[in-house]
């Protein structure tokens, strides 16, 4: 990788920008390389259809010779091509990581600054809403129960008296709305 990206930097200059290698990959480097696949993929098909006819027509070994040859020169062609899009490919995909990298530190920055400007306007805003209660005097403290309040207070309960539920529902009797007649 490190060949194609002096590879870019030769084309734009020693010193060229990440920005500009980019640009350089995506609009000229994998484009012309693909283009120049697809032209090999015609060329390949060519061969094949002159070698078909010239087969029917011609001496057949001299022609599977020939063919031999100008496929293994076709594929390596074509080889060359798909080693040259993988190491663009490769060198721009490093440059955007890279890009994507040195954005990270950036982020980083605008994180914190949105917290602080989050944290100071919480601040502002708990300070307007206390300026605008208005201080009360504290309760007074309240003191224990002497014992004479509290034999005062503490008033023995009355005996439990068991009643049975049918007593009770008795008092419920004409209460509310009775639909029956009886």
């Not at 032209?39 to 057949?60: P, R, S, W």
């Not at 994507?100 to 602080?116: E, F």
């Not at 605008?132 to 008296?161: C, F, Q, R, T, W």
Request: aromatic share 4%.
């Amino acid at each position: 990788m490190p060949v194609q990206e002096n590879a870019a930097q030769a084309a734009l200059g020693v010193n060229a920008s990440p920005e500009s290698q980019l640009a350089y990959f995506s609009e000229h480097a994998l484009p012309t390389a693909l283009i120049d696949l697809r032209n090999k993929h015609g060329y390949v098909n060519q061969v094949i259809q002159y070698c078909e006819t010239a087969y029917l027509t011609n001496d057949k070994a001299e022609i599977e010779a020939q063919t031999k040859e100008y496929l293994t020169d076709a594929l390596g062609a074509v080889v060359k091509d798909i080693e040259l899009i993988t190491t663009n490919l490769s060198a721009f995909l490093d440059l955007q990581a890279e890009s994507i990298a040195s954005l990270t530190p950036q982020l980083d920055l605008v994180k914190n600054r949105i917290a602080l400007v989050k944290a100071n306007h919480a601040q502002s805003r708990l300070q307007r809403t206390r300026r605008n209660v208005v201080a009360s005097d504290p309760e007074p403290m309240k003191e224990a129960l002497g014992e004479d309040e509290i034999a005062e207070a503490s008033k023995p309960l009355p005996a439990y008296e068991r009643v049975g539920l049918s007593e009770r529902l008795k008092a419920l009797d004409d209460v509310g709305n009775c639909l029956s007649k009886g």
